[in-house]
């Protein structure tokens, strides 16, 4: 269970603190003591808060509910998360999840004529999908993303940029050469870029397609199930292979962060020195 690992982040003591239940407490002991007229219920109240904030995030039961606290609201996040993902797709994206959906419905519904004893195979396809279905957005987020960028980049721009700033490089003033061979440097970058992230974008939609056709095949099996394990083990192969392509386009994606390479720092007195901006031409 997701509740019963414990990573070291959690402050049961904290979480004792801030419990609903210890707030009621001591908000009584405050106005008992303010109709008393008497500091002695704060002062009882404090004895008692030091006793309980001593014992119970030592208790086990306590800290099996503050993690499940913390995983449910993790989960939460990871839901918003994911909708926020969803509500960014393009309608021809949203309908084709719509029909991956469809899909793990079918599967589902399959899945419940098993017999008692192959329950254990439902319980663990449920998760198994819903990993899919989640990754799904989170691919074909990464899909529109990537072609937004390579809709709007034009590699022969950049390419033609770059060489006529090499062929000009030796006519110009020594700051203005240092100035361009950043820039050549950059849009060297980008152009590299540019074909990682092409290729990225490659293998998010083969990985997509990949989703589709393997849940449609455990669909079709789905319907007389003959051996739920093989099918399981189907599902098991299919994440493997989409936690793997997850890790590359988190690794592209990281592609879009600019690094602090080499950029100019241009000043008014590097271009009023040499009369010249950029090498005599303005970059679009």
Known sequence: MADDKDDGSISYVK??????????????????AVISGSALPLLLAAGLELIYLSTVPQNARFQRLVRSWKYA???????????DLFREL????????ARLDAVCGAIRENYKRLTATSQMFAEQMESKLDGLAQSYVRLLNSAFHHRQYLATTNPEVIRKEAAALQADLEREPAKVQEINRKRIEILNKRLEKFDKIKE?????????????DVLQLIRDQSVTMHDPQEISEHLDNLV???????ETVREVESIFDLSPLATPDFTADDVGSTGKTFGGRVRN
């Open 15 to 32: 979480a004792a603190f801030h419990w609903q239940y210890n707030w009621i407490s001591l908000a009584g002991a405050a106005g008992f």
């Open 73 to 83: 609201e993790q989960k939460k996040q990871q839901e918003r998360g994911l909708n």
């Open 90 to 97: 393009p309608p021809e994206m949203r309908a084709r999840y």
């Open 200 to 212: 990225n974008c490659q293998v998010v939609n083969a990985q997509c397609a990949a989703i589709e």
């Open 240 to 246: 493997k292979d989409v936690e793997q392509t997850e």
